[in-house]
């Protein structure tokens, strides 16, 4: 069969890389993609965010799945759009997708299911919220209710940081209309940690766990990103922790949005605040995890398709399972700037060098071919993922690839898997 994989950053490359592994799968295209995504797969003009240019793609093509890579086309109604038209797709439909869309619509749907999460309130008036934050006091995690390219989450640790939050949001819109609203919740203490769960509306197949990197700089410092880094699995995430995940919250979502119409499909991703052994949900996500997915897809030693098949056709079987190997690192390279703006255009080099390491691999998350040499196109550039026996030693063959590679204004975290080598080493 054939496959379209729609997005063009690093978790579109792991995506278009384990499905070409599959001997289910004659050919793997990717729309846009990019050219790092095209050494794994065919890359082909269509937009995801236009429902028309895609159905003329998987037409002319022939395609078998479409496997939706980015949140936005998904919370716009593009499975939808799919569906109607007979198309298999892989990703949930613009109803169940609000799980992500609205963090209002996420925490009231928690509170209905009695899914753990931080207390909140949710405010569309700026004014009502900058005096809530005020008396009240103290630290609070201030969130754009719509998308925000996982930038519109701040720590806040007392009023003025929260207040300052919300002029950004709310007044300045430095994330356009999803800033209309936000979501004030408690600030949680504990380990964050993520979990994907393959969904077909009824039943779930789960990943192994992660453990994602959001702020810039080491020690958790500075502004969120998309995701500095990633690796898995997650030790805070043990097999007593992971059954409170899966029974508390993964199946009671499943069962919470079939119960009010909005069947489940695809990849449900948790983001997780672990408090004393118990597991809170801090964020959902309605698509792969980037770059958790990059580590996650690593370590897979199963066939992914049949899965994503199995999902889109409300058909995944009941003793379905993913079998995981070796621990993986993934390490992003990101541009002078980012998460604000930053300069593209600049010279990658030493990709080929890392190409000849073992265990390692390179997904490309903004880069550009020009002239024969790599350049940089993008916030985050690139995802170096390793494999080895423990985390200890996919992190340091992870670094070892990261000290090969340069561009100018590279920055990239220097603690990335740190926290699993304490007293849970490996």
């Not at 409300?314 to 390490?331: H, K, N, T």
Request: include cysteine; aromatic fraction near 6%.
């Amino acid at each position: 069969m054939r496959v379209l994989v729609l997005g063009s950053g690093g978790r579109e490359h792991a995506l278009v890389w384990a499905i070409a592994r599959s001997p289910l799968v004659d050919e793997v295209l990717c729309a846009p993609g990019s050219d790092g995504i095209g050494r794994h797969g065919r890359c082909a003009k269509a937009d995801p965010g236009d429902a028309s240019s895609v159905l003329d793609l998987v037409k002319r093509e022939g395609v078998g799945l479409v496997v939706v890579g980015p949140e936005a086309p998904l919370v716009d109604g593009l499975a939808d759009r799919l569906s109607d038209a007979g198309v298999p797709v892989f990703g949930p439909g613009a109803a169940a997708a609000r799980l992500e869309g609205s963090k209002g619509f996420a925490k009231a749907f928690m509170q209905r299911h009695g899914i753990p999460t931080a207390p909140y309130r949710a405010f569309a008036d700026f004014d009502r919220a900058e005096r809530y934050v005020r008396d009240r006091g103290g630290p609070v995690v201030v969130k754009a209710d719509g998308l925000a390219a996982g930038k519109g989450v701040y720590m806040c640790r007392g009023p003025e940081q929260a207040a300052a939050a919300l002029d950004e949001i709310m007044r300045q819109r430095r994330f356009g209309e999803s800033g209309e609203a936000v979501v004030i919740e408690d600030w949680l203490t504990g380990e964050e940690a993520s979990y994907h769960a393959l969904c077909d509306g009824e039943r779930a197949v789960c990943l192994a766990s992660a453990q994602d990197h959001k702020r810039i700089r080491d020690g958790d410092r500075g502004e969120n990103t998309g995701g500095m880094g990633a690796y898995s699995p997650a030790p805070v995430v043990d097999p007593e922790v992971e059954r409170k995940v899966v029974e508390r919250i993964v199946r009671p979502t499943i069962a919470g949005m079939r119960a009010e119409g909005n069947p489940f499909r695809g990849v449900l991703y948790v983001g997780l605040m672990i408090a004393e052994s118990e597991p809170y949900v801090i964020e959902f996500n309605v698509r792969f995890g980037d770059p958790e997915i990059q580590a996650l897809l690593y370590r897979l030693e199963s066939d992914l398709v049949p899965l994503l098949i199995g999902s889109a056709e409300g058909r995944l079987a009941d003793d379905s399972e993913l079998v995981f190997g070796d621990p993986a690192v993934c390490v992003v390279l990101a541009s002078e700037g980012y998460p604000r703006s930053y300069a593209s255009g600049r010279e990658i080099t030493g990709l080929d060098e890392v190409a000849s390491l073992p265990n390692t691999i390179v997904f490309h998350s903004g880069t550009r071919r020009v002239d024969g040499r790599w350049e940089t196109a993008g916030g985050r550039v690139l995802g170096v993922t390793a494999r080895g026996a423990s985390i200890a030693g996919a992190l340091d063959r992870a670094y070892q690839a990261v000290r090969r590679i340069r561009f100018e204004g590279a920055q990239f975290r220097g603690d990335i898997a740190l926290r699993a080598l304490g007293d849970r080493a490996g």
